[in-house]
């Protein structure tokens, strides 16, 4: 390593040219225009998508072909240009895109008292003074610039782009500890990065747990689709909520016990009963004989559940997001049929079914056709959201968080019943999850795994440190908790954190083919810690990846690769660790860089259920923009100089 070392010291050096300087960092406020028909706007390849707020252009020569009827077809090749004779549902995105245009945004975290169920939380977090965050559009192959200004008090912030590829741009990832400092008050830092693939996913913060109080947002990337829809919601962000600062709830897991959420949230709006006789109980009217509302309380304060209207026979795509701390979802309409046409960023041969299973982290585009099979009498029909056995407490779960009205003059609440009684933990089934692209994984493609001692090498065991570690039994995916130093990403740093054991570091020096990571959960089943979940969901940044096998029996190690699943398995960025089982993935060694792989439980995640993926480390510098970097070294001096003094008590992620 000390070869690549000094090589790499040297690129940071001689890096003298920053894509990334000379930038307005001026703060603006985020300027969604309204959402205008659908269709062509100008001659050439410039049309706006379904429902949206933005325009895709791209160069002439290109037409866009798609349609109601046709969302398969994205962009038509003129004949007078190079390239693909089209851009549909069936390119491999991986390595095909077409060129778009720069997509620029401006976000500013900062503290407000929100009260999104309707109770007020005084610790909370936001973009732009709104919860959810802004909803950031743009199209297949476009490139997304996006400005974070930090403006909280006592706390650093990174933004990661959750399921985002970030090819050769490991430096964008939005981890501190991993690929940045935290950006400390007052300074920017900008990500940018490319869309290279298409559908729809969230941001959130990565600083210890800050997204659970309210620094998430959704993101739409336009592209095509497997199925046909005539109108489409923008992403949908659906989690549990947290009253206290997550902090103090993170402290409750480090303590032995797993924390136990408020309420649900769907999109934004809530519904948490709360006596008449609290201050914070913002969403009761204040009366003769009662305690004003506390100040802060907004007006009027959100009060759900969430409503939309659908007109009978028409087709709507609703774009899904569990962006949960620890709950885990099955959604449903009552009445209504859900067609699946795409899992996290990965379309997939449609499939229809009753009730949708949505771990953290993972999302889905389902179309509902509005023609209920048995029709209410009222026209109104209950959205569930019910928290899935075993995998999240949460003190008010009602299930009824949204309604669908076929007439927008009704109040009335609906009195429908559940399509079925599904409660399971569990994964949507495999058979039912076939990805329109295929990867062509073989066992002869395993690099690492073409025999009993490679696979376990590459195995890792989820669990709970036996001893203490900086000061608490924490969760591990390595013989040692992930536990980050700030100051000292992972990337400005290669050597000295590859053999710090603090920081997780796996080697995975391969350079063609797939390679596999093992997570084994066998330890699980045996942990006392109160309300321990069914199941984990597992992210793997900087990649999708195959899944090989997702079982809840043990990991059998001299069976495992005769029971792998070769013919187009399932291809996402999050998938469920059974607790007592295992999950098998696969993925390409394509993406120099370094990517964690986490659970995406929260608490679990900031006690350090963690590994990073040191991929290809030789090659980052060659595949990073000249100077790329310097905005990464600049952040972390910032760090440094705030002098922020703080007692860690979270893994840093």
Not at 7 to 15: I, N, Q, R, V, Y
Not at 138 to 153: E, F, L
Not at 342 to 354: E, G, R, S, W
Not at 396 to 407: C, K, L, M, S
Request: proline share 7%.
């Amino acid at each position: 390593m000390g070869f690549i070392n000094s090589c790499w010291d040297a690129f940071l050096l001689l890096s003298s040219y920053n894509p990334l300087n000379g930038f307005d960092r001026n703060q603006r406020p985020l300027d969604l225009p309204q959402a205008l028909p659908e269709g062509h706007l100008a001659a050439g390849a410039t049309f706006r998508p379904a429902n949206s707020s933005i325009t895709c252009q791209y160069p002439a020569g290109w037409t866009y072909c798609g349609s109601a009827n046709n969302r398969e077809c994205w962009l038509q090749n003129t004949g007078k240009v190079s390239g693909p004779k089209t851009y549909n549902i069936s390119t491999d995105y991986e390595n095909s895109w077409p060129t778009g245009v720069l997509r620029e945004y401006w976000l500013d975290t900062s503290e407000l008292a929100i009260a999104p169920d309707g109770y007020l939380k005084t610790t909370g977090l936001v973009f732009n003074n709104t919860y959810p965050g802004p909803i950031l559009e743009a199209c297949w192959g476009d490139t997304i610039r996006v400005h974070v200004t930090n403006s909280i008090g006592r706390e650093g912030t990174t933004i990661h782009w959750h399921g985002i590829r970030q090819l050769n741009t490991t430096e964008m990832d939005g981890v501190n500890g991993v690929t940045q400092c935290p950006i400390a008050q007052n300074d920017t830092f900008t990500y940018q990065f490319l869309a290279q693939q298409y559908g729809h996913t969230w941001y959130h913060s990565h600083y210890q747990t800050q997204y659970s109080d309210g620094l998430m947002g959704g993101l739409v990337i336009y592209g095509p689709s497997s199925a046909n829809y005539d109108e489409a919601f923008l992403p949908a962000l659906i989690n549990d909520w947290v009253h206290d600062n997550s902090t103090d709830v993170l402290n409750q897991e480090l303590h032995g016990g797993a924390p136990t959420a408020n309420s649900l949230v769907f999109n934004g709006t809530g519904t948490f009963r709360c006596s008449d006789l609290d201050p914070k109980c913002c969403s009761n009217k204040p009366g003769d004989n009662l305690p004003p509302r506390d100040p802060r309380c907004p007006s009027p304060a959100p009060n759900g559940p969430l409503q939309k209207v659908f007109v009978k026979g028409k087709r709507y795509l609703l774009r899904l997001v569990n962006s949960s701390a620890a709950a885990m979802f099955i959604f449903s309409i009552d009445e209504h049929e859900l067609e699946v046409i795409a899992t996290d960023l990965v379309p997939i041969h449609p499939y229809k079914t009753a009730s949708l299973f949505i771990g953290i982290g993972q999302r889905y585009q389902v179309v509902v056709t509005a023609t209920p099979k048995n029709p209410s009498a009222d026209g109104n029909y209950w959205m569930r959201t019910r928290v899935a056995t075993g995998c999240g407490s949460v003190e008010q779960d009602d299930e009824e968080t949204g309604i669908i009205r076929y007439n927008n003059a009704s109040t009335a609440l609906p009195t429908t019943v559940p399509n079925d009684g599904r409660i399971a933990c569990e994964d949507e089934p495999v058979k039912s999850l076939v990805p329109v692209v295929q990867w062509n994984v073989t066992r002869d493609t395993l690099d690492n795994a073409q025999n009993e001692n490679e696979l376990n090498s590459f195995t890792f065991q989820a669990d709970v440190s036996s001893v203490p570690f900086h000061n608490f039994n924490r969760w591990e995916l390595t013989n040692t908790p992930l536990y980050l130093n700030y100051s000292n990403p992972s990337l400005l740093n290669i050597s000295g954190t590859l053999r710090d054991p603090n920081y997780a570091a796996i080697d995975y020096d391969f350079k063609n083919n797939y390679v596999v990571l093992v997570v084994d959960g066998a330890a699980l089943q045996n942990i006392t810690k109160l309300n321990t979940p069914a199941a984990h969901p597992i992210h793997m940044h900087g990649h999708d990846f195959v899944i090989l096998d997702q079982n809840d029996d043990g990991f059998d190690v001299k069976n495992a690769l005769k029971r792998f699943n070769f013919k187009n398995p399932p291809r996402r960025d999050v998938a469920l660790l059974p607790s007592g089982g295992y999950l098998a993935m696969a993925f390409q060694p394509d993406n120099p860089g370094i990517w964690l792989v986490h659970c995406h439980i929260a608490w679990h995640a900031s006690s350090g259920l963690a590994l990073q993926i040191f991929e290809r480390t030789e090659k980052i510098p060659s595949v990073l923009a000249p100077g790329a970097l310097k905005e990464t070294e600049r952040v972390c001096t910032n760090w440094d100089k705030w002098h922020l003094e703080f007692n860690q008590t979270d893994s840093g992620i």
